[in-house]
């Protein structure tokens, strides 16, 4: 059962980020999460702080947004939840085109009040040590 709540958990927050509905996003998110993006500072404290990134990340493509979960895997024990998988996500740029990559995410949730709301977020992605950059062009 815990699985297929972490599923929907999961469909929720995606459909949010392909929204660009930032208090729709940040509801998934308990108010002291701890997160590690790609974009940005080496750590995000608190959901005020992760909002004010989101926001300037939906800010960033005009258009729609691609958030599309690749075969998630999920561990559930007791009230802790763990899910990991491969994104495709993305954005229209200016000339209409969608501009998108894979990233690499891990989400630890917990139950509180009845729902499953993620308290550490991490994505990734992969680089080339030589070069150090990021290796957005990699497919699954």
């Given at each position: 059962?815990?699985?297929h709540?972490?599923?929907?958990?999961?469909?929720s927050?995606?459909?949010?980020?392909?929204?660009?509905?930032?208090a729709?996003?940040?509801?998934?998110?308990?108010?002291?999460?701890?997160?590690?993006?790609?974009?940005?500072?080496?750590r995000?404290?608190?959901?005020?702080?992760?909002?004010?990134?989101?926001?300037a990340?939906?800010?960033m493509?005009?258009?729609?947004?691609?958030?599309?979960?690749?075969?998630?895997?999920?561990?559930?024990?007791?009230?802790?939840?763990?899910?990991?998988?491969?994104?495709?996500?993305?954005?229209?740029?200016?000339?209409?085109?969608?501009?998108?990559?894979?990233?690499?995410?891990?989400?630890c949730?917990?139950?509180?009040?009845?729902?499953?709301?993620?308290?550490?977020?991490?994505?990734?992605?992969?680089?080339?040590?030589?070069?150090?950059?990021?290796?957005?062009?990699?497919?699954?």
């Amino acid at each position: 059962m815990s699985q297929h709540q972490l599923q929907d958990a999961l469909n929720s927050w995606a459909e949010a980020c392909r929204s660009k509905d930032v208090a729709r996003i940040m509801s998934h998110y308990v108010e002291d999460v701890v997160a590690y993006d790609a974009v940005g500072p080496l750590r995000f404290q608190g959901r005020p702080t992760y909002q004010a990134h989101w926001q300037a990340c939906m800010e960033m493509c005009s258009g729609p947004g691609m958030f599309d979960p690749h075969a998630p895997t999920f561990t559930a024990e007791a009230d802790l939840g763990v899910t990991h998988y491969l994104l495709h996500c993305g954005g229209t740029n200016e000339k209409g085109e969608m501009d998108s990559c894979w990233m690499r995410v891990t989400q630890c949730l917990r139950r509180q009040g009845g729902r499953w709301l993620i308290f550490h977020e991490h994505f990734s992605a992969p680089c080339d040590m030589e070069s150090g950059k990021a290796l957005f062009d990699l497919q699954p």
